[in-house]
């Protein structure tokens, strides 16, 4: 069993930045992909960016080169650094533990760009 906790949501202005992190209560050195998923009201969630064990990453189109991802074995913690961001409205972040032949899920983080 994984639990993972997100943290860093908020409210923020359009082009301004977030850091969001994901702590897990295992070592995320044995977790095959960590990633990053969201999810606005009335949408299905989608993805954002997966780090692997070896920090392979991967990041959807819509927050390529914005949104970079990234994870410190010690702490075992994922981050992702949110730049430049859109007047979107309130979106759920939720973190994501693959470890092949289970997934896990965190709480979520709320996240709101407005003016």
């Known amino acids: 069993q994984v639990q993972l906790v997100e943290s860093g949501g908020g409210l923020v202005q359009p082009g301004g930045s977030l850091r969001l992190s994901c702590a897990a209560s295992v070592s995320i050195s044995r977790i095959y992909i960590m990633g990053w998923y969201r999810q606005a009201p009335g949408k299905q969630r989608e993805f954002v960016a997966h780090i692997t064990s070896n920090s392979y990453t991967y990041y959807a189109d819509a927050v390529k080169g914005r949104f970079p991802i990234s994870r410190d074995n010690a702490k075992n913690t994922v981050y992702l650094q949110m730049n430049s961001l859109k007047p979107e409205g309130t979106t759920v972040y939720y973190c994501?533990?693959?470890?092949?032949?289970?997934?896990?899920w965190g709480q979520g983080t709320r996240v709101t760009v407005s003016s």
């Open positions: 994501k533990a693959d470890q092949g032949d289970a997934n896990y």
